[in-house]
């Protein structure tokens, strides 16, 4: 992860210079936003002016009898408050969009550059972490951009306008007022820094509990079988108190900081009233004037403590802001080619396979080779099976050919073509894998199935849950191929959570098959049919195919043995029995050799 604090102040307001972009392509928006701002802000300060004319002219209509000035007066005062009531709605209609408009783009920009991620974000990421800041993160965004500028601006408009109405209305009670108030700011901007600290930490304290709530709901049947319940809920209870007494110390100092800009703020305005006051009573001000001034100054206070809360609210979406763009400043360690090779023309016997002198190590792990001079051919169609104990490398070996990972040495080619000079969508698209670990989505099994090409109508998809010996069960289902198969999917068996990978893969049907311990999870009259559909599938394609239960590969046109990264054997199941060694050991434990 590339910290943003390397390119900024770690928490700086400067932090928020990075939102611009998503900004920039509602400029109208915002130029119209800010004409309704400045109308209202206009309107608004004319409050106080129209108040004096009013007081000081107005009444002085009445004693002479001529009424219909009074009246004049009065009907110009409500037709400001309409202009004021129009723009003001325009200006929370505009903003509001911008609000929801630049939040929606943020989240859709930031999850689809979280997804381009290779594994290792993943591995060392927390995916209740990455959720908050998508939900927690981007809702203080969405406050800054729907309310707090549009505030920030407004109020910086009636504080500029009004402080400058002060000056005309009355320089030497402006000049005092003004000075009290600059001596005043220092302690407003000491609290200011400690409220963004503290935001940015209550935050990060919010991320771990919503990371932790994440990893034990996913855990859920684990956590019961071994009656952890009680122990998780207290863990996640203390880390929500963590958080809370985090945001309990944001809130206090941001309190302070609040009754400090308003009590001082409030008191200058107050003392300054007080000489108002005399001076009225001197005659050198009219009691429209201290009238006008009165409210020239509670709009400048009024400001003064809208734009402290406003402060706030952008300390907050700053720390908000950094975090998101923290994923956005990611970089993956495998990136597309920039100018990828078109894809080799597709085969009807499937796709030649190369890896020469493969060293691997994972980043986190780099003292330790996952594979090492890595040596395999597979000819098109051909049928190649790995096995070996756990650790030997077979699982990295099918990370590296879908390039979740690239190796530090050698190369890996598909048909001669590297493929680091393919496209990440045309190498992943020649490829279908079942994994050991089945991925159901929140969707019916029509759908699920479907993942594997979208574009499939409805008797592809069936045709592929026929060839997995899914087609059955399915058709068992309450709804059929439209039922709901509940998250990850809860409502199937493993062996049926399987068999819907499975005909997954073969809907997709790709030039290149990896099959990852693909019948594990099923019982022997299951393994027998979907045995016989793969074998059946594997006739048109390469396929890699890792397994234990050594039944299943009997019949493989090769057999690769892997231990400790290397290839140490291979052969077919006859010769490598007959060899001895590591396979005629796992041969003779499961089918009692020897």
């Given at each position: 992860m590339t910290p943003s604090s390397q390119l900024r102040p770690k928490g700086s307001l400067a932090t928020l210079e990075g939102l611009l972009p998503f900004m920039a392509p509602y400029r109208k928006r915002f130029l119209l936003a800010g004409f309704a701002l400045v109308v209202a802000a206009g309107a608004t300060l004319a409050m106080p002016y129209a108040f004096r004319r009013l007081v000081d002219v107005g009444f002085n209509t009445i004693e002479s009898g001529k009424t219909a000035h009074i009246d004049a007066y009065f009907i110009g005062l409500f037709a400001l408050a309409c202009v004021l009531a129009v723009a003001t709605a325009a200006r929370f209609y505009m903003v509001s969009w911008l609000g929801e408009r630049v939040t929606a783009d943020l989240r859709r920009a930031v999850y689809s550059h979280v997804v381009t991620q290779s594994p290792e974000f993943f591995e060392t990421s927390q995916t209740g972490e990455v959720l908050s800041r998508l939900t927690t993160d981007t809702t203080l965004i969405q406050t800054l951009v729907g309310t707090s500028i549009s505030m920030g601006?407004?109020?910086?408009?009636?504080?500029?306008?009004?402080?400058?109405?002060?000056?005309?209305?009355?320089?030497?009670?402006?000049?005092?007022?003004?000075?009290?108030?600059l001596v005043l700011i220092l302690p407003i901007v000491i609290f200011g820094r400690r409220v963004r600290k503290l935001s940015r930490e209550s935050q990060d304290r919010v991320a771990d509990a919503s990371a932790l709530a994440g990893e034990i709901l996913n855990a859920m049947p684990t956590v019961q079988a071994y009656t952890q319940e009680v122990r998780e809920a207290r863990r996640f209870g203390d880390t929500?108190?963590?958080a809370f007494d985090t945001a309990m110390r944001r809130i206090r100092a941001r309190s302070l900081l609040t009754v400090t800009a308003i009590l001082l703020v409030f008191g200058a305005i107050v003392f300054g009233l007080w000489l108002g006051a005399h001076a009225v009573m001197d005659k050198s001000m009219t009691p429209g004037e201290l009238g006008q001034f009165i409210l020239y100054a509670t709009l400048v206070a009024g400001a003064i403590g809208a734009l402290s809360e406003v402060m706030g609210d952008a300390q907050r979406a700053a720390g908000a802001a950094e975090r998101l763009l923290e994923l956005l400043a990611l970089s993956s360690p495998v990136q597309p080619p920039a100018a990828p090779l078109a894809p080799p023309a597709r085969r009807g016997n499937g796709a030649a396979l190369s890896l020469s002198d493969v060293c691997f190590h994972y980043p986190s792990r780099p003292q330790q080779n996952s594979l090492s001079h890595l040596n395999l051919e597979a000819r098109p169609g051909e049928t190649v099976a790995v096995v070996g104990p756990s650790g030997a490398g077979k699982t990295t070996l099918f990370q590296l050919l879908l390039r979740f990972y690239d190796p530090q040495q050698g190369g890996i080619a598909i048909d001669g073509i590297d493929i680091r000079r393919l496209a990440l969508h045309d190498l992943r698209g020649a490829i279908s894998i079942v994994p050991q670990d089945t991925v159901i989505f929140s969707a019916n099994a029509l759908d699920n199935i479907r993942y594997g090409r979208p574009e499939a109508n409805d008797e592809e998809v069936v045709a592929a849950a026929k060839m997995a010996a899914a087609h059955e069960f399915i058709e068992r289902l309450p709804e059929g191929y439209r039922s709901f198969l509940?998250?990850?999917?809860?409502?199937?068996?493993?062996?049926?959570?399987?068999?819907?990978?499975?005909?997954?893969?073969?809907?997709?049907?790709?030039?290149?098959?990896?099959?990852?311990?693909?019948?594990s999870a099923l019982d022997a009259e299951s393994e027998r049919l979907v045995q016989g559909a793969l074998e059946r599938a594997m006739a048109g394609r390469t396929t890699l195919v890792i397994a234990h239960r050594l039944a299943t590969i009997q019949r493989a046109d090769r057999i690769i043995v892997m231990e400790h990264g290397r290839i140490v054997k291979s052969g077919?199941?006859?010769?490598?029995?007959?060899?001895?060694?590591?396979?005629?050991?796992?041969?003779a434990l499961q089918f009692g050799l020897g």
């Open positions: 601006l407004r109020n910086s408009l009636l504080f500029a306008g009004g402080l400058t109405m002060l000056f005309v209305t009355s320089p030497r009670l402006s000049a005092i007022i003004l000075v009290m108030l929500v108190e963590q509940g998250e990850r999917g809860v409502r199937l068996s493993g062996g049926q959570r399987q068999r819907i990978a499975i005909a997954r893969a073969l809907l997709k049907n790709p030039p290149l098959l990896l099959l990852d311990e693909a019948t077919s199941h006859a010769e490598l029995v007959a060899h001895g060694g590591l396979y005629a050991s796992l041969a």
